[in-house]
């Protein structure tokens, strides 16, 4: 070994990477986490100005403070998911469940310290072997300084683990109505947890593709009636970026929660950007000034990594190029064999670029479809009016039609792109004539996303089927 | 952040999530840890986007952060017990092998200064020149170099038997 430390370390660092499981989409959990932290800094902020001095060493808790010490509360604290008994195979099991409670410990973040000041008010929400280990959510309370708080951390441990066996895999919020927790990887699959209220239904189903027809398709993995929990076995998978997990938690007729499973996925990190090769082809009918093949070959890698697409198994066609905001732009689509066809409108550039667009489109037709997207403002999340629309080919003119209006002319540049006005909130329909007047086809304008993550198709904002 | 692009520090999530969490758990060597640390500076980084995006380049602000912090912080979990390595074993080109040698090899690497396993990390996962680790880290090239240097130097002192360790110990560590 010591021949070549340097490439045995590099090799060892690289393959010892490649366990670590990571988030496909990791944002909603760090927005999440990102929201609970601010709240505790406004909270301290306020108190911190009453104790002065005093309070600044209570507060990294460099001088500690006795459990009965009254605390400020974060809104954040109480948690839905902790009313009632534990739940799972091993809550009857009262020394696990006891042994189980001494292994939280403080948690440390750029703050200061997270003290466990009460550890007899820790609370099991949940805890069973799953196939292949053995999983619990702990409600766990906290204090920094004055200001008291508390988690939901996940603790796993290996098939029949003892409790301190058992180790921290991740908290979330305690105030999050539903927990989930996933862990798989390319070679051996994995399972999944999703845990609701008590008393909910928790149905997990799993990405299938993409039909023909322009909608997502799924397959059930589990189902559980008025248990508020969800478990299934995770099968390996070739998908990229791993399972592409998606949750629906109701009690009665109320939606709880239906969006993605959030968790950890190992595999290989494998580039999804298109080759020259594919980049030529993709751009052979491209209307525009083609853009720049290192910024394109950015925006399509990252439009297959939204849609888990392997850049092998697609189509893609640049519709158009040309410029937004000044800065470089496309309308591409990507289309898996045998499958729908995923508009995306992305403008930017290699160090940082903004998807505009993401629309699920039937197969049939797609390239003959007119497509617009509403824009937000340069720089923020503002909803403006402004749309862009792009024509198909062999379209003379485009309109606009809102909602109980009127159809309005776009003006098209040579590039066929154009654009036009339509309030925020309302819907409208875009619609392209060819020379002698008759209509090509008809699109609806997306209404903007309110939650990017999750599959393209997924939600309603985001498809054009159903 | 008033004028900022929210949008442009969401991909920046996207795209910088993974390799940060994969560097992270190198430096800390626990994947919960790792995630917290992730977490931290990503949200210290979203608190600066609008400079950063301006006077920065936001990948190196960013593992600047992350190293920072994971050096500053306490352990604050268990360490995991380390065999001794068994002098008289030899060197076998099998997986079972290999794969011991690679164990062994990032628990050396573990038992470093944290900056200096930074430097490593950095320079051999992360691929960055030694003028970028200077950055991330803030300090001169020489350093970075020097802190490479004998971080190899241990971890061959850690992996080699007990008379070279002695050995190389004198010639590249005598500090």
């Keep these: 070994m010591t021949a070549d430390v340097e490439t045995e370390l590099r090799d060892a660092l690289r393959a010892e990477a490649d366990t670590v499981a990571v988030m496909a989409d990791p944002w909603p959990r760090f927005r999440r986490r990102e929201a609970g932290h601010r709240s505790v800094r406004r909270i301290r902020a306020g108190a911190i100005a009453g104790f002065l001095a005093a309070a600044v060493g209570f507060q990294t808790n460099l001088i500690p403070l006795p459990g009965w010490f009254p605390g400020i509360a974060v809104a954040s604290s109480p948690s839905p998911l902790a009313d009632g008994p534990a739940r799972g195979g091993l809550a009857a099991d009262h020394n696990w469940m006891d042994g189980l409670r001494r292994q939280p ?188 093949r290192a910024i394109l070959a950015r925006f399509v890698g990252h439009a297959l990594r939204d849609s888990r697409l392997s850049v092998h198994d697609v189509t893609i066609r640049v519709r158009w190029c040309g410029k937004i905001n000044d800065r470089p732009a496309a309308l591409f689509t990507i289309q898996p064999t045998n499958g729908g066809v995923i508009a995306y409108a992305i403008h930017g550039d290699t160090t940082g670029w903004r998807t505009d667009l993401r629309l699920l489109l039937p197969a049939d037709g797609a390239e003959q479809r007119p497509i617009a997207w509403r824009m937000r403002a340069e720089g923020g999340d503002t909803r403006t009016d402004r749309v862009n629309v792009v024509a198909p080919p062999g379209a003379a003119t485009i309109v606009v039609t809102v909602v109980e209006g009127t159809p309005t002319p776009v003006t098209l540049d040579t590039s066929g792109f154009g654009t036009t006005t339509v309030p925020p909130d309302k819907p409208a329909i875009v619609t392209a004539h060819a020379a002698e007047g008759t209509t090509l086809m008809s699109t609806p304008v997306p209404a903007f996303e309110t939650n990017s993550g999750g599959l393209p198709g997924a939600s309603t904002n985001t498809r054009i089927t159903g | 952040m008033p004028d900022d692009d929210e949008e442009r520090f969401r991909e920046f999530v996207l795209q910088q999530w993974g390799p940060l969490t994969r560097t992270a758990y190198l430096l800390t060597g626990d994947r919960g840890v790792a995630e917290d640390l992730v977490q931290s500076a990503l949200e210290k980084t979203h608190r600066r986007w609008g400079r950063i995006l301006r006077k920065d380049a936001p990948g190196v602000y960013v593992r600047r952060v992350m190293v920072n912090t994971a050096v500053s912080w306490r352990r604050r979990r268990r360490t995991v017990e380390v065999p001794l390595l068994d002098a008289d074993a030899v060197a076998s080109p099998d997986d079972y092998h290999r794969a011991e040698n690679r164990h062994q090899l990032l628990q050396a690497l573990r038992r470093l200064p944290p900056r200096m396993r930074a430097v490593l990390v950095l320079r051999y996962f992360e691929d960055l020149s030694e003028a970028d680790i200077a950055r991330v880290l803030g300090c001169s090239t020489g350093t970075v170099k020097s802190q490479a240097s004998r971080g190899l130097a241990r971890l061959r002192a850690d992996l080699e038997p007990p008379s070279t360790i002695i050995e190389t110990s004198l010639q590249e560590d005598p500090a």
């Design chain 1, 105 to 292: 410990i403080d948690l440390q973040d750029p703050e200061g310290w997270w003290r466990i000041t009460d550890r007899d008010a820790i609370r099991i929400v949940y805890a069973d072997d799953i196939p292949g280990r053995r999983i619990a959510l702990v409600f766990v309370p906290l204090r920094l300084g004055i200001i008291t708080d508390s988690t939901l951390v996940w603790f796993s441990g290996p098939p029949g683990a003892e409790p301190e066996q058992m180790q921290q895999a991740g908290n979330e919020p305690a105030d999050t109505a539903v927990a989930t927790w996933m862990q798989s990887d390319a070679e051996n699959g994995g399972a999944a947890v999703v845990i609701g209220p008590a008393g909910s239904t928790v149905t997990i189903s799993g990405f299938s593709g993409y039909s023909p027809k322009g909608v997502v398709e799924s397959h059930q993995l589990s189902s559980s009636v008025g248990t508020g929990i969800g478990v299934t076995s995770l099968p390996p998978t070739t998908l990229v970026g791993g399972p592409a997990l998606a949750a629906r938690v109701t009690s009665g007729d109320t939606v709880i929660y239906e969006g993605p499973v959030h968790g950890g996925w190992s595999g290989s990190d494998d580039s999804q950007e298109p080759t020259d090769e594919m980049l030529t082809a993709a751009i052979r009918d491209t209307r525009g000034p083609v853009m720049d």
